[in-house]
């Protein structure tokens, strides 16, 4: 049975940092692992993906190299480091898996996802 669980998440003020894990028991293939957030009111979107070999790194304009990802597969753990927070990154912060090699940044191409882990950030 294949299980995500996120930890790390919690409340900080602006400009603080956080570093988010994602455990993953079970097979979950060989696709890309990836960070999504939703913020209230608003759709899933995408943050970060990596490869399962860790030599492709998948990243979105608006985090302007805050937000760092890395894996360490004999602890089949990923890890989300996330630097000079801002108010507007408040979210619940889900990690997923594709089971097969797909485009990193599309929500549906992921087939396992975690339970989410809430970050708050104020002002």
């Known amino acids: 049975q294949v299980q995500l669980v996120e930890s790390g998440g919690g409340s900080v003020q602006a400009g603080a940092s956080l570093k988010l894990s994602c455990a993953a028991s079970?097979?979950?293939?060989?696709?890309?692992m990836g960070w999504f957030r939703q913020a209230p009111g608003q759709g899933r979107e995408f943050v970060i993906a990596?490869?399962?070999?860790?030599?492709?790194?998948y990243n979105t304009y608006w985090n302007k190299g805050r937000f760092t990802i890395s894996s360490d597969n004999a602890k089949n753990t990923m890890y989300l480091q996330m630097n000079s927070l801002k108010p507007e990154d408040t979210a619940i912060y889900y990690c997923?898996?594709?089971?097969?090699?797909?485009?990193?940044?599309?929500?549906?191409?992921?087939?396992?996802w975690g339970q989410g882990t809430q970050v708050t950030v104020s002002s």
């Open positions: 079970g097979s979950t293939g060989s696709g890309y």
């Open positions: 997923a898996h594709q089971s097969t090699p797909d485009v990193a940044g599309l929500e549906r191409t992921y087939a396992y």
């Open positions: 990596i490869s399962r070999n860790g030599l492709e790194i």
